[in-house]
């Protein structure tokens, strides 16, 4: 006990916190040197009028953060922590080649209204509950060493019998967990064993990149969504093209906001038997259908060999990034092998967080009160897009999702027409991406779910008075 | 308040809690039908004794789990959720063809000896206080909506400090996180505009079946631990293969648990100078260093060109999922998009709970108190190969990572060997997925790290005896 020790400024310290934090702050600003020797437990004890249990908890804290280290018989000392000098590199090797980035999209700034965006309002989601689940979890079982590469089997199986409870015979073993349904049509693009594929024109450009990324050659399929799919023109294209697959986005369709009539779902999968093509149905919309409309999916009317892709990702909270995809028995080792090789597993805490969200029922009722807010700002974007847009310009009606597509008469300068928008900050999303050749639409998303009514009536404003302006 | 409303079983419950299991309890066995009117507030309130807020807060729960529905004036009532039957599918379409799974390991069973694996033991690593920073974040800042494509900015920041620490000159903007190591293997090989890589043989399997599932054509540097690297071999290879790129794991090389020497790292950087290569490094196992050793990295010494891959997956918790790149400036926005197409972006609460962590200063502490441990097994395993294994038999001596490479005679047929050790539950991986033609090595990894000293040694003991018995 003959170690000298160093005084230090904690006045005022009443917890074990507090402690903490001062010593924190007088190491870190160097005021006490490394090596130096701190009070004594019972000196602080006196000093500060807090019991010495607080002290050693403290002190302990400390030693875990690396700060202090404990010698026996002799205190707590500031520990010295070597720092290596920056190196210059001794001999630079050339630089990786590297692909050019595709041309995604960026994210809008602060202060901008990103009209286009096809994320649900944040005040919407359920931040607060899934806290709760995430805090539950973290008690109750603790965190999890590692991650099932499959997916979280408690999640495995809410997500079955939420799709069985809308008709599909689905179970647990068909389902593998992914990073938002991104990566679900990353896994299944990386597994996929043909060369050429379809998908509509215009498509979430997402996709479209990531299959060509892979190597794919796609061929568009085109969706007018004021007329609906013409079945004989699809018809012609998939018999000539021949591809292995086609990726369709059956319900508020990315960008248009187009649903499948159940009898272009049938024709769908009579061509797909005529022609041997898989199916591949990205499903992100249905949960977000008006009250309880009931709607059929590829999956559905097309059983297990359909290839089916969801996500939480919208309507739970983006940054949670739990989505899942669904496949026969067959094709699970592949995939699942394929979502190994791309990143062994997710985190266990996120799935987790999900699956008690999904446990506790909190999702349908949390669905439900979405559904009715976005319901009145569906309206009141209708209302204001006949109120303020000019002649000529036309927009769908998808009655869910959170997006509509505004077409524009071809006379107008799309780029120019964003430009002076984004001057005015409002951000219309480039969706030049999204067509594979034909270019049956002219005009851009318009979201109705990102920000509320008078802000998107502002928006639609913006956008109104640039067209006028032409 | 004329609806007649059932009588429930609730006897004992005291607070809300229990209320709200017992009345789950009660609709879902079906003992209270679809639409019934529950107790009233203060039915409930006189029958248990608990106060109306308790009873209010339980039924607003329910509520929100979607089991009651509230109606105005009226009370509490049992919802009525549509069960759709199960559909027979209408047609179905071809399956789609899928390349075969890659030959991964599987998971070891329950009472099985995985003593291959690359794991740390769980019961050494971090867990509560993880948790403990998860619970941190979920007060503090709160779960944030989104996450940032190149991920969590305190996170990269912390990173970036690390390496600076270890004389690297990285900032922030240089990083990007990723679902562990593994993803951040995949974003660079789905990012690189070669057709050739090498790799060390015997490499890291998933890194080789990754490399392959994108396209790139790879050749072998062979690796024999016991005599360092030949590196006029490697010059001819290079020289002749004309790789555009190097993947190369230089501490703790999986599977043989070699160290590159600063030499050896330095002929790499020349080579790569003089016949193009890039270099990309697979730092994985330095944070396993020994004590205060301190170790280069091609990183270090070949500064901001080489790409550098490391992650918190084995050293803090793998259910986690945190690993990164390090790159140049130039090349981030090719790797950061093609991040956002395989993923958009990772788990913000599992990237918040490791940033807190490491802002904590609990990292450095862990992985002191992890290597006093990790070193106490690794001479427990020496000892025990010493003193057990035949004549003949041989093993590196890495001084740090998880594992070491036992090398055996080779009469000694290896599968036979891996499922007679199998039967006594002892589960050797296969190692021959690791090898790119040329075969230096016949042997297997050994783990000291996955599990305690008398249970690797009586691993040890098994795999022994089976060679003598052979």
Redesign the interface.
């Known amino acids: 006990m003959s170690v000298p020790y160093v005084g230090i400024s904690v006045r005022g310290a009443r917890g074990a916190a507090d402690l903490v934090a001062a010593v924190e702050r007088e190491v870190k600003s160097g005021r006490i040197a490394a090596g130096c020797r701190l009070p004594p437990v019972r000196a602080l004890e006196q000093q500060l009028g807090i019991s010495k249990n607080t002290v050693l908890a403290a002190y302990d804290e400390l030693?875990?953060?690396?700060?202090l280290e404990s010698r026996e018989r002799e205190g707590f000392f500031v520990s010295a922590?070597?720092?290596?000098?920056?190196?210059?590199?001794?001999?630079?090797?050339?630089?990786?080649?590297?692909?050019?980035?595709?041309p995604?999209p960026g994210?809008s700034t602060p202060g901008t209204l990103a009209i286009s965006s096809v994320?649900i309002d944040?005040d919407l989601?359920p931040?607060e509950?899934?806290?709760d689940c995430?805090?539950s979890v973290?008690r109750n079982p603790?965190?999890?060493?590692?991650?099932d590469?499959q997916g979280y089997r408690p999640l495995r199986e809410a997500i079955a019998r939420r799709l069985?409870?809308?008709?599909?015979?689905v179970h647990e073993g068909q389902v593998v967990t992914?990073?938002?349904s991104?990566?679900a049509l990353?896994i299944?693009a990386?597994?996929?064993?043909?060369r050429r594929a379809s998908m509509e024109s215009p498509v979430y450009p997402?996709a479209r990149?990531?299959f060509e990324?892979h190597?794919l050659t796609l061929a568009g399929l085109p969706l007018d969504p004021f007329n609906g799919i013409d079945l004989a023109d699809w018809e012609e294209r998939l018999s000539t093209f021949r591809p292995?697959?086609v990726y369709a986005i059956t319900s508020f369709q990315n960008p248009t906001g187009y649903s499948y009539t159940t009898s272009e779902l049938?024709a769908l999968?009579?061509m797909?038997?005529r022609y041997?093509?898989?199916?591949?149905e990205d499903d992100w919309g249905s949960d977000m259908l008006s009250g309880?409309e009931?709607r059929?999916s590829l999956r559905?009317?097309?059983?297990?060999?359909?290839?089916y892709v969801n996500s939480f990702t919208k309507k739970l909270?983006?940054?949670?990034?739990v989505g899942f995809l669904v496949?026969?028995e067959?094709?699970i080792?592949?995939?699942?092998?394929?979502k190994?090789?791309?990143?062994?597993?997710?985190?266990?805490?996120?799935e987790a967080?999900v699956a008690e969200f999904l446990d506790?029922?909190?999702?349908?009722?949390h669905l439900?009160a979405l559904q009715k807010e976005l319901d009145a700002r569906y309206q009141a974007c209708l209302a204001a897009l006949s109120e303020l847009m000019p002649e000529g310009v036309r927009w769908t009606t998808p009655g869910g999702g959170p997006t509509l597509w505004v077409d524009v008469p071809r006379s107008v300068d799309l780029g120019k027409l964003r430009q002076r928008c984004l001057k005015r900050n409002v951000l219309i999303e480039d969706a030049s991406g999204a067509f594979l050749a034909d270019r049956p639409l002219h005009g851009f998303r318009v979201s109705y779910a990102f920000a509320p009514a008078e802000k998107v009536r502002k928006g639609i404003q913006v956008i109104a008075e640039e067209l006028w302006t032409r």
């Open positions: 030693v875990a953060r690396g700060l922590r070597e720092i290596i000098p920056r190196v210059a590199p001794w001999k630079e090797p050339p630089a990786a080649r590297l692909k050019p980035p595709a995604l994210r994320f944040a989601l931040r509950r899934l806290a995430a805090r973290l603790g965190l999890e060493p590692f991650s590469f069985q409870a809308r008709g599909m015979d992914t990073t938002g991104q990566q990353d299944i990386r597994s996929l064993d043909v997402h990149y990531l990324q190597g292995g697959m049938v999968l009579e797909a038997d041997g093509f898989a199916l591949l309880s009931y059929p559905l009317l097309g059983g297990k060999n359909v290839i909270l983006p940054s949670m990034r496949a026969s067959d094709l080792p592949s995939l699942v092998s394929a190994r090789l791309s990143c062994l597993g997710h985190s266990w805490l996120s967080t506790r029922g909190y999702y349908d009722s439900g």
